[in-house]
Nanobody, 122 residues
Framework: QVQLVESGGGLVQAGGSLRLSCAAS????????MGWFRQAPGKEREFVAA????????LYTDSVKGRFTISRDNAKNTVYLQMNSLKPEDTAVYYC???????????????WGQGTQVTVSS
């Protein structure tokens, strides 16, 4: 059973930066795509970014393009989300996800983390 543990959330002022990390463990890891989702209060969970095992395929939702960067370190089984120029509307619980391919992690991930809170004050 794969476990995903996020870290790095917190409170930041608008315009600031945060870096989220998600460490994967357990199961049989290797070749998987990983991604990030977020859920704001009263809203549905939405896709944020995804990255393939090799890093050669990366997707972002339009609202974070140019501000967020997803990356991964396969030796550490860890995916990162560098968030710059944060806005109050980025406030949400951010979830890590894992699946067999980028197109799958974007829609129906196999595994989820427990989430980490990001709060951006105006």
């Amino acid at each position: 059973q794969v476990q995903l543990v996020e870290s790095g959330g917190g409170l930041v002022q608008a315009g600031g930066s945060l870096r989220l990390s998600c460490a994967a463990s357990g199961g049989t890891l290797g070749g998987d795509a990983m991604g990030w989702f977020r859920q704001a209060p009263g809203k549905e969970r939405e896709f944020v970014a995804a990255i393939s095992w090799s890093g050669g395929s990366i997707l972002y939702t339009d609202s974070v393009k140019g501000r967020f960067t997803i990356s991964r370190d396969n030796a550490k089984n860890t995916v990162y989300l560098q968030m710059n120029s944060l806005k109050p509307e980025d406030t949400a619980v951010y979830y890590c996800a894992l699946a067999s391919a980028v197109r799958v992690v974007r829609t129906t991930p196999d595994y989820w983390g427990q989430g980490t809170q990001v709060t951006v004050s105006s």
